[in-house]
């Protein structure tokens, strides 16, 4: 089993920046790709970001690209998520996930980020 954890989460104003993380714990050396999804009130959940484990390689999607920074820290075992310049429209719940192959098995229970303008 895999154990994800978000936090960071919170109110702030337009403009201003945010940092996630994702602390993981349990079986996670086969994981492949870390990922940051996000889903708002009445929508569905979207892709936000995600890294390699291995090779380090990061993607993103197009509305948060050159705002949004993903990383980690192997001696924390921890998945980061930097949002600077943030916007009303980031306004979501945050869930970060893990993927062993294919699909993304593994999932956190969000934490909440709210962006008043």
């Known amino acids: 089993q895999v154990q994800l954890v978000e936090s960071g989460g919170g109110l702030v104003q337009a403009g201003d920046s945010l940092r996630l993380s994702c602390a993981a714990s349990?079986?996670?050396?086969?994981?492949?790709?870390m990922g940051w999804f996000r889903q708002a009130p009445g929508k569905e959940r979207e892709f936000v970001a995600a890294l390699g484990w291995i090779d380090g390689s990061t993607y993103y999607a197009v509305s948060v690209r050159g705002r949004f920074t993903i990383s980690k820290d192997n001696a924390k075992n921890t998945l980061y998520l930097q949002m600077n310049s943030l916007k009303p429209e980031d306004t979501a719940v945050y869930y970060c996930?893990?993927?062993?192959?294919?699909?993304?098995?593994?999932w956190g229970q969000g934490t909440q980020v709210t962006v008043s303008s």
């Open positions: 996930a893990q993927s062993n192959g294919d699909e993304y098995g593994y």
């Open positions: 349990g079986r996670t050396f086969s994981r492949k790709v």
